[in-house]
């Protein structure tokens, strides 16, 4: 699995969404790698990853991840964010969690309401095997739809897209069935470390309610929503988010009061 590092200072492993690479996160590690050790991590079937023998599932990859990068705050966009908080669930090694358009269940259910329905990635599923790359692009669309910066960002996503070759199909069908079936919710309440989680007031993907409510499952959590961002918002709103995490890999190892009553 391919894990670049750039920077110095405190370690921020970061992992990207469905479909992308590393390479995404650039305007973060524009902003961040004078202050901290970014590791930008290639999901297997993904980017320089493609052919990587680990298969893409939360475990495997998590190990092989915490087995490569130091002691560190982990970061994970989108599908990324699943593996960010298996890792805070399952390892001392991640000393705080920062999630941006991720929640631990990504799917609507009863008692999960600000979600979208599981027909989203069975279609995106079955459209793939029909239409490769206008899926893909549709898909990105998607990332962008109801941003105030959306046509700067889906032109940045359609660059980074293929900038380090095709994502595997086999990975990408992995993806949509993690997407589809994975629930953290569980996992959150147990969680012995700050998580940070931020939204896109416009995500049609992952909408900020459910960021809300995620972070109050979690002891130690905050969550901050961008007005006008949309599952991108390190694209459009660089910044900004860029500025929340630094604020956050701040307060790293400053213990926590308590949780919140």
Do not use: N
């Amino acid at each position: 699995m391919h894990i670049e590092v750039v920077g110095h200072g405190p370690s921020l492993v970061l992992i990207h969404g469905w479909a992308l690479h590393g390479g995404v996160f650039a305007p973060l590690v524009e902003r961040l790698a004078d202050r901290c050790t970014l590791h930008l991590v290639d999901l297997p079937g993904h980017g320089h990853s493609r052919d990587a023998s680990t298969p893409l599932e939360l475990q495997a990859c998590v190990a092989e991840i915490l087995a490569r990068t130091p002691p560190a705050v982990w970061l994970g966009w989108s599908l990324g964010g699943l593996f960010a908080m298996q890792a805070a669930a399952s390892s001392p090694q991640v000393k705080g969690l920062a999630l941006i358009a991720a929640t631990p269940r990504f799917v609507r259910g009863e008692d999960w309401p600000h979600a979208v329905e599981s027909s989203v990635f069975l279609q995106f599923g079955e459209e793939l095997r029909r239409d490769y790359r206008g899926t893909l692009e549709r898909f990105l669309a998607l990332d962008t739809i109801g941003s105030e910066h959306a046509r700067e960002e889906l032109r940045t996503l359609k660059q980074t897209l293929y900038a380090r070759g095709e994502p595997a199909p086999q990975a990408l069908q992995q993806g949509l069935r993690l997407l589809e079936h994975t629930d953290l919710r569980d996992a959150l309440a147990g969680l012995a470390l700050p998580s940070l989680w931020i939204s896109g007031r416009r995500d049609r993907l992952v909408p900020a309610a459910g960021m809300r409510d995620a972070a109050a499952l979690a002891p130690w959590g905050l969550h901050v929503d961008i007005a006008g961002g949309g599952h991108a918002p390190f694209l459009g709103h660089a910044d900004r988010v860029a500025q929340e995490l630094a604020d956050f890999l701040s307060t790293i190892g400053h213990a926590p009061d308590g949780p919140r009553a």
